[in-house]
C-alpha cells in the first residue's frame, strides 16, 4: 500500500529560526513529489514540485530535497515568519495523470514571536 | 483558491438527508476532484472527472456520487448523509497535458456536519 509519512506531527520556532520538515514515502512507481502549505481554513496550496530528476528546489525561503534512493524528502524553512504558521503536506504521485496522489498527513508547524 | 470556489462554505445536516456540495471552477480546467479530510488522515480522494460527463472513482467513493454537466461545475451528492460523512470536503482542478503534472489548484473547502 503507497504511504507518505511525515515528522514531526507538529513544531512550535521562535519568528526567525530555520526549521526542516520530513516526509518519507512508499509509492511506486513514483513521479513526482509536491509539498503544499495549508492555512487553517483554507485550500492547500502548492510549493514545490520535484520529479526523480530533481534533488533540489527552492520556492523563496522554502527548499525542498529529495532523495530517490532513500525515498527521503525534507523541506527547510529559513528565517521563519508568523505567515509561515500552517499545515505543511507532503504529497507523492504514482503517475503523471495525477490521479494517484497519495498525501501524508501534514506536518503542523506554529511560529511564535 | 483563485479561480476555484465552493459552495456552501459550512453545512449542517441530519442523518439521513441527501447534501450536494458545488464546486464551481473559471479556469477552464479538464480536470476536477473530490477530496475529503479528516484528522489523523491524509486528503482522500471521493470521485475525479477528466471531461464533461467522464467521472470515476476514488479510494473513497463509497456513499458519494458525482455530477459533471458543464467545464466549470462539478457536484458532489450525499444521497443519505451518515454521520461518518462529517468532514471537510476539498476540491481541486488542473489542466491537462503531461507538463501540468504538477499542479491541483484546491477550492477553500466545505465544512459538513451530520448530527
Known amino acids: 500500500k503507497n504511504q507518505v509519512e511525515q515528522s514531526p506531527q507538529s513544531l512550535i520556532i521562535l519568528e526567525g529560526k530555520n526549521c526542516t520538515l520530513q516526509c518519507n514515502y512508499t509509492v511506486s512507481p513514483f513521479s513526482n513529489l509536491r509539498w503544499y502549505k495549508q492555512d487553517t481554513g483554507r485550500g492547500p496550496v502548492s510549493l514545490t514540485i520535484?520529479?526523480?530528476?530533481?534533488n533540489t528546489k527552492s520556492n523563496g525561503r522554502y527548499t525542498a530535497t529529495l532523495d530517490a534512493d532513500t525515498k527521503q524528502s525534507s523541506l527547510h524553512i529559513t528565517a521563519s515568519q508568523l505567515s509561515d504558521s500552517a499545515s505543511y503536506i507532503c504529497?507523492?504521485?504514482?503517475?503523471?495523470?495525477?490521479?494517484?496522489?497519495?498525501f501524508g498527513t501534514g506536518t503542523r508547524l506554529t511560529i511564535i514571536p | 483558491d483563485a479561480g476555484i470556489t465552493q459552495s456552501p462554505r459550512h453545512k449542517v445536516t441530519e442523518t439521513g438527508t441527501p447534501v450536494t456540495l458545488r464546486c464551481h471552477q473559471t479556469?477552464?480546467?479538464?480536470?476536477m476532484y473530490w477530496y475529503r479530510q479528516d484528522p489523523g488522515h491524509g486528503l482522500r480522494l471521493i470521485h475525479y472527472?477528466?471531461?464533461?460527463?467522464?467521472?470515476d472513482k476514488g479510494e473513497v467513493s463509497d456513499g458519494y456520487s458525482v455530477s459533471r454537466s458543464k467545464t466549470e461545475d462539478f457536484l458532489l451528492t450525499l444521497e443519505s448523509a451518515t454521520s461518518s460523512q462529517t468532514s471537510v470536503y476539498f476540491c481541486?482542478?488542473?489542466?491537462?497535458?503531461?507538463?501540468?503534472?504538477?499542479?491541483?489548484?484546491f477550492g477553500p473547502g466545505t465544512r459538513l456536519t451530520v448530527l
Open positions: 520535484m520529479t526523480f530528476s530533481e
Open positions: 504529497v507523492v504521485s504514482a503517475d503523471f495523470g495525477n490521479e494517484k496522489l497519495t
Open positions: 479556469e477552464n480546467h479538464r480536470y
Open positions: 472527472s477528466y471531461g464533461v460527463k467522464d467521472t
Open positions: 481541486a482542478s488542473r489542466p491537462p497535458g503531461r507538463f501540468s503534472y504538477n499542479e491541483q489548484f
